[in-house]
């Protein structure tokens, strides 16, 4: 938390906005493994009050790690979410070298049912997520996790850099060559202010993830329009997509996570809108994922869906990611 508020203050006086500082933990699987519910779940609650007290999110990583049938395990994380605001927390669905979790698939199906019905409104799931190759130090939640000595790194709203380098482009090939240059000359300077914090407090410096995450302010959908001059969802969809994605690995900066494509449908205003009109579904996201996305991010689901048809769906997300060895990972929210 010391650490943190040091490089809060730091970003903010080069005159950038911090939206959230979060911490992510080691992955606390023996905490769900070794200790009576009860017992878990109190000492839960004590970091949760931890981080209201400090101001901070908490992930607290993949309490599910092995690929074992976890009967116990959806019920008290529902109740996990129910008594708690700001922990966040996966399980593990696939993982290196190609390895699917094919009972923590069914697992995390039931637990998003379980934890769609706290709080009524579908929005509980916003807080877990089935995790695919997911690699430590990826700042993103709920799938965030750390490993080693302590360091930080960068995660970023940055949908408007590839609106202002779509801007009246026409073609992908162009506007992947307008956006990487972009990219290095704005985040630079974080990369640098960052790189300065590491060298005064001996925290290592582990990167930035440069998946462009849009704001209700900023939509990442926007610029793909405007590349193609057709709705998101429309063929050509794909290669606005793989645009971006060129960019974001020419970009020579240093990156860690997913440093891909996300397009959470829930938290853009253009996405959401293109959702309703029935323009693009489910299958099209997991194909946008295929030229390297962060997977189905807050995807609303009617509340009726079964645990066979979710298990059916995170186990294409974790097939996606271990054949194109990759981070993605779902975060799927049925509302009741």
């Known amino acids: 938390a010391r650490f943190l508020e040091v490089a809060r203050q730091r970003f903010e006086t080069a005159g950038w906005v911090v939206q959230s500082t979060r911490v992510a933990t080691q992955p606390q699987s023996d905490l769900y493994r070794e200790h009576p519910s009860e017992a878990s779940l ?33 019920d008290w994380a529902a109740e996990l979410v129910a008594r708690t605001r ?3 927390f996966s399980v593990v669905v696939a993982a290196p ?7 923590s698939i069914h697992t995390a199906a039931q637990t ?4 769609s ?6 929005e509980a799931n ?6 695919a190759r997911i690699p430590a130090s990826t700042p993103f939640f709920p799938v965030a996790y750390h490993w080693g000595p302590p360091g930080f790194t960068i995660g970023l709203e940055s949908a408007g850099l590839v609106g202002t380098a779509f801007e009246g482009a026409t073609d992908p090939g162009t506007a992947a060559t307008d956006l990487q240059p972009l990219l290095e000359e704005t985040l630079g300077p974080i ?13 290592p410096f582990g990167g930035i993830d440069l998946s462009p995450a849009p704001s209700l302010d900023a939509s990442i959908a926007g610029p793909i329009e405007e590349l193609t001059g057709q709705p998101f969802g429309s063929p050509s969809t ?17 990156k860690c996570g997913y440093s891909g494509l996300m397009l959470p449908v829930l938290e853009d205003r253009i996405l959401a809108s293109r959702a309703g009109e029935g323009r693009f579904g489910i299958r099209d996201l997991l194909l946008y994922s295929s030229v390297c996305g962060t997977g189905l991010d807050v995807i609303p689901l009617p509340g009726n869906t079964e645990m066979g048809a979710l298990s059916r769906l995170i186990l294409d997300v974790a097939a996606l990611a271990s054949r194109l060895e990759q981070p993605l990972a779902a975060r799927l929210l049925p509302v009741p």
């Open 238 to 254: 794909l290669v606005a997509c793989a645009a971006i994605t060129r960019a974001l690995d020419a970009a020579q900066l240093a």
């Open 42 to 74: 109190n000492i839960l609650e004590a970091l949760d009050q931890a981080a209201e007290d400090t101001g901070h999110l908490v992930s607290l990583g993949p309490l599910i790690e092995d690929d074992k049938a976890a009967p116990g395990f959806p």
């Open 117 to 122: 019905q706290v709080g009524g409104d579908g």
């Open 97 to 103: 070298p190609n390895e699917l979790h094919t009972e």
């Open 191 to 203: 990369q640098e202010i960052a790189q300065q914090i590491a060298a005064a407090t001996s925290w």
């Open 86 to 88: 700001h922990l966040y």
């Open 126 to 131: 916003f807080r877990f997520g089935a995790a």
């Open 112 to 115: 998003i049912l379980a934890i």
